[in-house]
């Protein structure tokens, strides 16, 4: 009987909750692998969370991130960043982390298409733009990346990259980390997806509430 219950506990806690809302997004290429990112002209319907400028300085490069948190309608949250580098030295490679236990896919944009998809003005449309030239993930398995990294085509002082678009089926997100690349890397703060909320508040308390079922069991006298 203890058991029964327990296995039905189980799958009511499963029941409870929510699914991941995937994104429709195309296949994803093997784990550790390099890939060419789709270039992409807009996004889905949604809104922006939240927009603004992450400031960039090393022993041999400073600048600004430039970013974009967007939430499509019935679907993900999508992180969008720029570098925009103030010299001397160029950067060459950006990567973004953890995305360990999501969907995520790869895609790069112009600014221009980029602020026009967000409904913002964040991203820098006078610098020379450079491209992604190819992208890599790390993590288990494929689409389901602890880290997603991007080669740039040698932003040189007072260039821009293009916006790269990381799409995911998270649907709330918090702290990450960005890392900058001229040969040697510096680590700022950015972001990254996390659980939704409600959802680990309703998983803690399932268990909670099996744990009080097993104190309540082993404080009621058997039967004789």
Do not use: H
């Not at 490069?61 to 970013?67: A, D, I, L, P």
């Not at 160029?90 to 112009?110: L, P």
């Not at 040697?184 to 079922?213: K, N, Q, R, W």
Request: charged share 10%.
């Amino acid at each position: 009987m203890k058991r029964l219950i327990f296995t039905l506990a189980a799958f009511g806690i499963l029941a409870a909750v929510p699914a991941a809302r995937a994104t429709s997004l195309p296949a994803n290429t093997p784990p550790n692998a390099a890939f060419a990112p789709n270039t992409i002209t807009t996004l889905n319907p949604g809104t922006t969370l939240q927009s603004g400028t992450l400031t960039v300085t090393s022993a041999t490069f400073s600048g600004t991130v430039r970013y974009a948190i967007y939430r499509e309608t019935g679907g993900g949250i999508d992180f969008l960043y720029q570098v925009v580098n103030a010299g001397p030295d160029d950067i060459n490679r950006i990567t973004s982390s953890s995305y360990s236990g999501f969907t995520v896919d790869a895609s790069a944009m112009s600014g221009t298409n980029a602020n026009t998809a967000t409904g913002t003005s964040v991203f820098d449309t006078a610098a020379t733009e450079k491209a992604a030239t190819t992208g890599s993930r790390t993590g288990p398995n494929p689409g389901n990346d602890a880290t997603v990294g991007f080669d740039l085509a040698q932003v040189n002082q007072g260039e821009a990259s293009v916006v790269l678009v990381i799409r995911t089926n998270a649907q709330a997100f918090g702290a990450g980390l960005l890392g900058l690349s001229d040969g040697s890397t510096t680590t700022i703060a950015g972001f990254a997806p996390t659980p939704e909320p409600a959802s680990m508040v309703l998983l803690g308390g399932c268990f909670a509430g099996l744990g009080g079922f097993r104190a309540w069991r082993r404080r009621t006298p058997a039967k004789s």
